[in-house]
């Protein structure tokens, strides 16, 4: 695998892992919706966001430790999967993001030196 490719393995599981976390939390702002003020919504919607909250912390640890990030994400969409099994398409939408970043972390970790041009 050349450096640019392995450059390329290492970033992306990163990226996508913040952009994953940023789109589960756009669902958080239907905590303003139904006619409510932004003050008694605003509970609901920081509630709402602790999920995209627990994925940063999870970038910030696999930052150096992908191993921790592949297998977390991947613990995520499984246990997404289960809990919404009845919405396939929920899984697909929310579970294949999250198996996607789990699986690219593992790739990442298994090519080591990534991000150094000698490695």
Known sequence: MTYSMRRTLHWSSRA?????????????LDAFGEG???WSALP??????????????????AWR?????????LALAVLY???ARAH?????????PLALVGALY???????HA???GG
């Open 16 to 28: 996508l892992g913040i952009l994953t976390a940023l789109f589960l939390g756009v669902f958080a």
């Open 36 to 38: 409510t003020g932004f």
């Open 44 to 61: 609901r919607f920081a509630i709402h966001l602790l999920p995209s909250l627990v994925l940063l912390a999870v970038v910030g640890i």
């Open 65 to 73: 430790r992908a191993w921790v990030g592949g297998l977390v994400f």
């Open 81 to 83: 999967a289960d809990m």
């Open 88 to 96: 396939p398409l929920w899984i697909l939408t929310i579970g294949g």
């Open 106 to 112: 593992l790739a990442s970790w298994a090519r080591p």
């Open 115 to 117: 991000a150094s041009p």
